[in-house]
């Protein structure tokens, strides 16, 4: 299978011709909210869905976990959150849990929350996977070795991951430039045919 090219969005970027975004884009995924201070959802996150959905611009979502993900409560509350952002709507990518600013500290603590937020949302059926950075997320603040059997979204910029080498999806830069939007935007890349597992398996909606 080719790579797909892809991208990922929330209110801090600003589009400005869907159309021309859907000529070089494979897929999109968007944040759907988080919990930073207190539970939100993204501005942007309906009205960029919509657009998605209406140029079939393969989609997925993500969820800004913030800096208190550290208990199996709290991870099993915001997959509950994240579930309820996404009803009613059907994604073609995996839905992802969000970690990059929790304490490394609670390095076990916040794998036990990754595994319940992950099981939760398994158990709803929605294919789910883990997004972080290829060392001060993945190798840093998680327990790997735990989380195997988990999809990964890996941020590395300037070469491929190489601690988190199991990745889906690999985040390559931060300051990509898209026909259709204003300012830099992330920039992806999936090397697995998540649209057939996913709607093969009925997840996310589907």
């Not at 709507?89 to 990754?114: C, G, N």
């Not at 001060?136 to 601690?163: C, H, I, T």
Request: glycine share 10%; with cysteine.
């Amino acid at each position: 299978m080719q790579m797909m090219k892809g991208i990922d969005l929330s209110k801090h970027n600003i589009v400005t011709d869907w159309d021309m975004v859907k000529r070089d884009t494979d897929f999109v995924i968007l944040r759907a909210g988080g919990n930073f201070n207190g539970f939100y959802k993204d501005s942007k996150f309906e009205t960029y869905y919509s657009a998605c959905k209406l140029r079939n611009i393969k989609v997925g979502a993500y969820y800004d976990c913030g800096k208190e993900f550290y208990t199996a409560d709290t991870g099993v509350a915001y997959a509950k959150h994240f579930r309820g952002l996404m009803s009613g709507k059907s994604f073609e990518m995996p839905v992802y849990m969000d970690i990059e600013v929790t304490p490394r500290k609670y390095r076990k603590l916040i794998t036990d929350a990754t595994i319940a937020f992950c099981d939760y949302l398994e158990d709803n059926k929605f294919f789910v996977g883990i997004y972080a950075s290829d060392i001060s997320g993945f190798a840093d603040m998680l327990e790997s070795n735990r989380l195997k059997e988990y999809s990964k979204w890996v941020a590395r910029y300037g070469k491929e991951p190489q601690y988190q080498q199991d990745w889906g999806i690999w985040q390559h830069t931060s300051k990509g430039t898209k026909r259709g939007i204003k300012g830099n935007v992330d920039l992806d890349l999936c090397r697995l045919d998540y649209p057939t597992i996913i709607k093969g398996g009925h997840f996310n909606g589907n």
